[in-house]
């Protein structure tokens, strides 16, 4: 018999935002958890940069790539306006949210620095609302470079629930061999992945994490169309170039045996749930453990570093006085 507390229900949001309004965005998502809280989630998550838009996109890819536009500052004014610090009122709120529905969540935020910088961030709350991990993503993507700056020099480790640990990658940083390896040593088990990739290739990418950590892969991204920005956004030519379907989605949940516990949603926003065996975990490790006996560490090994560098001072002497 499988013991109960190997299993776990769990979901997925695919769901767009109130473009560039942050308190509308944080209201929608409070319904949003609440209603997977409803379907039996103990594990809800919700897509990148969900609060409160994804600024690379065939609408933002102008503004920040070329700074011509008229538009262009008004625009990311806004944009920044929208983006959440941490901690503040905003994540305060998103932690009542998930103490409400007694269920960890984890949701992508534009985080805004004290100092104006803007990072692409996973938040992680605990079901009792506290924060218990904040990630900044390690390389922002091509044209995400003009809008965010790089994460620390932190690697990422996952979180310990009552279910076992659990990690979260953002998008891209799933390509990245090292950041991968580096969640499975922390022993993770449950692997979250928001994103804005909606291609075909994603759906590679995310069967090829389960099967190579043996875990269970949540992808989810966000469902997009061009109603969905505000009457009075001020590039509204860019807006009417740009196609109809901004985001098609693809959200998905994968076992550990790389197969669909829940097939990726195009077309529409949705939530998917899906109920983990994690037992699946403890089995598919018989055959393939990449961090334990399918390792060698004697000829590979992996450096990671598990607190920010400290700032380097520069001593500048008094000046050399010379006869």
Request: with cysteine; hydrophobic share 40%.
């Amino acid at each position: 018999m499988t013991d109960t507390r190997e299993r776990v229900t769990v979901a997925v949001v695919q769901a767009a935002p109130v473009v560039l309004d942050r308190e509308a965005t944080l209201e929608k998502l409070e319904g949003l958890v609440a209603e997977a809280a409803d379907l039996g989630a103990r594990l809800v998550v919700l897509p990148e940069a969900f609060v409160a838009a994804y600024p690379a996109s065939p609408v933002f890819g102008p503004v920040f790539g070329g700074f011509s536009d008229p538009g262009a500052g008004p625009v990311f004014r806004r944009f920044a306006e929208s983006c959440v610090e941490v901690p503040s009122p905003q994540t305060e709120r998103i932690g009542r949210a998930a103490r409400k529905a007694k269920a960890w969540l984890c949701v992508g935020v534009n985080e805004r620095t004290a100092t104006g910088t803007l990072h692409c961030s996973l938040l992680l709350f605990g079901p009792d609302g506290t924060l218990a991990q904040v990630r900044r993503k390690l390389v922002p993507t091509h044209d995400e470079r003009m809008v965010w700056g790089p994460g620390p020099a932190v690697a990422p480790r996952a979180v310990p629930t009552d279910f076992g640990p659990v990690g979260q990658l953002v998008c891209w940083e799933n390509y990245m061999p090292l950041a991968r390896v580096s969640l499975y040593e922390s022993g993770e088990r449950i692997h979250l992945a928001p994103t804005a990739d909606a291609s075909d290739g994603w759906q590679a990418t995310i069967r090829h994490v389960a099967l190579e950590g043996r875990v269970f892969v949540l992808a989810c991204n966000q469902y997009v169309t061009r109603a969905d920005y505000p009457d009075d956004f001020e590039l509204k030519e860019a807006l009417s170039r740009a196609p109809e379907v901004l985001c098609r989605g693809g959200s998905a949940i994968v076992a550990p045996n790389g197969t669909y516990l829940a097939e990726p949603l195009y077309g529409r926003a949705g939530i998917l749930t899906a109920e983990l065996d994690l037992g699946l975990v403890t089995e598919g490790r018989q055959l393939l453990d990449v961090v334990g006996h399918y390792s060698r560490p004697d000829a590979l090994r992996l450096a990671t570093s598990t607190a920010p560098p400290a700032l380097s001072l520069i001593h500048i002497s008094e000046p050399t006085r010379l006869c």
